[in-house]
């Protein structure tokens, strides 16, 4: 039974006795009837949970698929090893495009197994289509990532008592849709060779064009250093993505502390990320480890130090217009999402090289795959591939194995070719002509 006692104002102390167990509470009432009211609420809750803070089972089946979702959200990031705020954003839209349009309201107990197999149908339709223009369903990617959210939500539901089971476990697997492991793209060291040329004859004349807009003396000289940083920015962006297999975010977080001239090493450590709903950020750590280090060519090192000198110059012409900054990548306008002399919008970058891929007539590839062909150019060319995954950033071999057993393919195709040493018609023309082995003997 509760004894509640009058304090002052509008105060009142709940103390309750439930099977020799004591609790005291304080609470707010308007009058002692309300105060009785909240009485017999604690005196449940205590009862049934222990505590006067529990949930009871009647509470815990009023849960919305909504409150979960909030409180899913908040358990991403609250966690011992949290989420980052990319995937985080990831996991939103997921529950605020696709489950909450599908369940909006739904108590979480009432979703039965059935209504789990009417969402992967629906989401399986262009009617899911949050933009009703595009007619095509959702890919098999989108379509299974928002499932896995919802399939977490629900485990979670259970190991929080608001649901004995998850409707998610019996789910027919054929319903799901697999993931379907498709062909890296990358480009070969032909068609390397084709985008830096075409990226060095681009950056040149712009830097062309600046020096002769700077003959005819009508022009800022700050609006042509801005023209050039534009250009050589680009050049350098795309030869630290071929040269390093650093992704994009990598390469736009670099400073200036981070090139260790010396030593030729540039290290990465922090990451350029943007999301709708946290804006253009910096994280000081990778996606994968919290720092990796590699080695400069000397052209890479000569490139960068001539980038820093026009930067300099920029920030001199600029007479504090453009607030100095030690980071490498700067925005040089104002926007909606960055602002003059701050972290630039990285996909702005992506934009600019779609059109520029376009320029030169090769295959289309985003700028991420740039990271892709730097890796596949150094296991066509017999780095081991230990190396290559130290480059990559990746802890094991196992993403080397995964993403790129295409080349791996080609690789034992030709290694196979070194058989021909120990054949017998080579052998035979071997003897006949004096021809030396692999090992320098002649037979």
């Given at each position: 039974m509760a004894s509640i006692t009058k304090m002052d104002g509008n105060k009142y102390r709940v103390s309750l006795c439930v099977n020799r167990r004591r609790a005291t509470a304080t609470i707010t009432a308007k009058s002692e009837k309300d105060a009785n009211a909240q009485a017999a609420v604690l005196e449940a809750r205590f009862k049934e949970t222990g505590r006067m803070d529990g949930k009871t089972q009647v509470e815990r089946n009023t849960l919305t698929i909504n409150e979960l979702g909030d409180k899913y959200i908040e358990y991403l990031t609250s966690k011992a090893n949290p989420v980052a705020e990319k995937t985080r954003q990831n996991y939103v839209n997921y529950l605020r495009l696709h489950i909450l349009r599908f369940f909006d309201g739904r108590n979480?107990?009432?979703?039965?197994?059935?209504?789990?197999?009417?969402?992967?149908?629906?989401?399986?339709?262009?009617?899911?289509?949050?933009?009703?223009t595009n007619k095509r369903p959702y890919s098999a990617a989108t379509?299974?990532?928002s499932y896995e959210a919802l399939v977490c939500m629900m485990a979670l539901a259970v190991r929080w008592n608001y649901i004995l089971k998850s409707p998610c476990d019996l789910v027919d697997k054929d319903d799901i849709p697999k993931k379907v492991a498709k062909p890296v793209e990358y480009y070969d060291e032909n068609q390397l060779v084709v985008m830096l040329n075409a990226l060095d004859a681009e950056t040149q004349a712009a830097l062309d064009k600046a020096d002769a807009m700077e003959k005819m003396g009508t022009y800022q000289p700050l609006t042509l250093q801005k023209n050039r940083i534009k250009a050589l920015e680009k050049q350098v962006l795309i030869y630290l993505a071929v040269t390093t297999a650093a992704r994009r975010g990598e390469i736009l977080g670099l400073t200036r502390d981070d090139i260790d001239g010396s030593e030729k090493v540039l290290h990465f450590r922090h990451s350029v990320l943007y999301t709708p709903e946290g804006g253009v950020y910096i994280e000081d750590f990778l996606k994968t480890q919290d720092e990796k280090s590699i080695f400069l060519t000397d052209d890479m090192l000569k490139m960068l130090s001539n980038y820093v000198e026009q930067l300099d110059k920029l920030f001199e012409l600029a007479e504090g217009s453009?607030?100095?900054?030690?980071?490498?990548?700067?925005?040089?306008?104002?926007?909606?999402?960055?602002?003059?002399?701050?972290?630039?919008?990285?996909?702005?970058?992506?934009?600019w090289f779609a059109n520029f891929i376009k320029r030169t007539e090769l295959?289309?590839?985003?700028?991420?795959?740039l990271r892709h062909s730097s890796i596949s150019f150094l296991l066509n060319n017999g780095v081991d591939p230990f190396v290559v995954a130290k480059i990559a950033g990746h802890s094991t071999l196992e993403q080397i194995n995964k993403t790129y057993g295409h080349v791996y393919d080609r690789s034992q195709k030709e290694a196979m070719g070194n058989f021909i040493m120990l054949s017998k018609e080579y052998r035979d023309r071997a003897a006949g002509y004096g021809l030396p082995s692999r090992c320098g003997i002649v037979i």
């Open positions: 979480v107990n009432s979703i039965t197994t059935e209504d789990i197999h009417d969402f992967l149908v629906w989401m399986k339709s262009p009617e899911a289509r949050v933009n009703k379509i299974r990532g453009i607030p100095y900054t030690n980071r490498l990548f700067v925005s040089l306008k104002n926007g909606k999402i960055c602002q003059c002399g701050g972290i630039p919008f990285p996909d702005a970058y992506s934009e295959p289309r590839i985003t700028f991420h795959k």
